[in-house]
Structures are given as structure tokens and as C-alpha cells.
């Protein structure tokens, strides 16, 4: 079947600028997961989505930052007033579930987001 | 919390050498333990996985880890490797809902 579809696949904008990064991930995962990959720092996670529970959003790193999840499937990340240090390589991961983190992660090519 | 130390960032073999990847987790409960790979230009996937009962966990293309609770560790190992290992190795914890991953260890392999 299809696994996690990301677009666009590369985004260059202009400082100052908003970007939408969009996450389609596998039909019938309920959770839905956006990291951020910097050079040489690993998955830094951003944000959270389950079936119909409030996102975690604890791993946000400004307000500039937001994302939503229309009908339990496609996800929307939005970056407000874009900074250079922005840039980076946006994930996004689904799985069946979430209990105690025992699900396997499906993760999408990415983003990568350039900021100029 | 849970955290996860990935010790070598960057491994450089050459084909035939045996591998093997040092990761350290921080977590007071039950863990589950990944270990995920990203081939150049390709997604990351999964590699093998750890829930429960045997330690030893072997996963694809002859990788294998083994969990060792006493030394909160998850060690990856293969007894040889190929040119076409050459990829990102990240080690991820989930105790809570939420995986966290190591940073990551860059493994090339000479040919």
C-alpha cells in the first residue's frame, strides 16, 4: 500500500515568509507525528496528533509554529514568519497507535525547507 | 523523561568488518527499544524492534541488537558489513507515546 506522502519535497522562501508543509500519512494510522532533522542533531520531535485527542504540541519551539489535522488524516504544518534557522528537513511519521510507544513509525521523504 | 545516547557519530569500515553501534537510553518504565535506518536519498525505516522477551532481536539484512537492562543498552551489531550498509543508523526509545530518537550514527563502508 501507499506509505506516508510528503509535500513539497523542497521549499526554498524568503526570510519572513509563511510555509505550509503538508503530511498524508497511511490510511488507518491515528497517530500522526512531525520532527525536525538538523544537520548532525538527530529527529527533534515537534508535534503530536492522536485519533481525536488535542495535539501535544510540547515540542513546538515558537509560536511561529502551528499544525493541524483535518479528519483524522492530512496533516498541515505551518512555520509563520520564517527565520534562517528554520531550515531543515521536516519528517513526518504515522503509526497504527501510540500505547507506550510500541508502534513502529512509518516516516514520509520529507521537507527540506531552505530559508534564505 | 527518556532520553537516548547514540556514542559514535561517525563510523567509517571498511566491507567484511563487524559493526557495532553503542546506544544508551535514560527511562524508569517498561521500554520499547527501535533501532531505524536512512539509506542516502531514501525514508528512514525500520531496522528491528524490541517489546518484549528474548533480548536478542535480529532484524533485516543480518542486523541484530541486543537489550540489556542492566546496562540500559541497546547495542547494534552485524558480524559484516557491505558497501550498501553505508546509511544514518538513529536509535529510538518509547516509553511514553512519543519515541525520541538518538542523534544519529553516519556509518561508511568502504567497498
Known amino acids: 500500500g501507499a506509505g506516508v506522502s510528503q509535500s513539497p519535497s523542497n521549499k526554498v522562501t524568503e526570510k519572513g515568509k509563511d510555509v505550509e508543509l503538508r503530511c498524508d500519512p497511511i490510511?488507518?494510522?491515528?497517530?500522526l507525528y512531525w520532527y525536525r532533522q538538523s544537520l548532525g542533531q538527530g529527529l527533534e520531535f515537534l508535534i503530536y496528533f492522536q485519533g481525536n485527542s488535542a495535539p501535544d504540541k510540547s515540542g513546538l519551539p515558537s509560536d511561529r509554529f502551528s499544525a493541524e489535522r483535518t479528519g483524522g488524516s492530512v496533516s498541515t504544518l505551518t512555520i509563520q514568519r520564517t527565520q534562517q534557522e528554520d531550515s531543515a528537513v521536516y519528517l513526518c511519521a504515522s503509526s497504527r497507535g501510540s500505547r507506550q510507544g510500541e508502534y513502529e513509525q512509518y516516516f514520509g521523504p520529507g521537507t527540506r525547507l531552505t530559508v534564505t | 523523561a527518556q532520553s537516548v545516547s547514540q556514542h559514535n557519530h561517525h563510523v567509517i569500515l571498511s566491507e567484511a568488518a563487524s559493526l557495532e553501534l553503542g546506544c544508551n537510553y535514560s527511562y524508569g518504565g517498561t521500554v520499547n527499544l527501535f533501532w531505524y535506518v536512512q539509506y542516502p536519498g531514501q525514508h528512514l525505516q525500520l531496522l528491528l524492534k524490541y517489546f518484549s522477551g528474548d533480548p536478542l532481536v535480529k532484524g533485516i539484512k543480518g542486523f541484530e541488537a541486543e537489550f540489556i537492562k542492566s546496562k540500559f543498552s541497546f547495542n547494534l551489531r552485524k558480524p559484516s558489513v557491505q558497501w550498501s550498509d553505508t546509511a544514518e543508523y538513529f536509535c529510538?526509545?518509547?516509553?511514553?507515546?512519543?519515541?525520541?530518537f538518538g542523534r544519529g550514527t553516519s556509518l561508511i563502508v568502504h567497498p
Open positions: 490510511s488507518g494510522h491515528t497517530a
Open positions: 529510538a526509545v518509547g516509553g511514553s507515546y512519543i519515541p525520541t
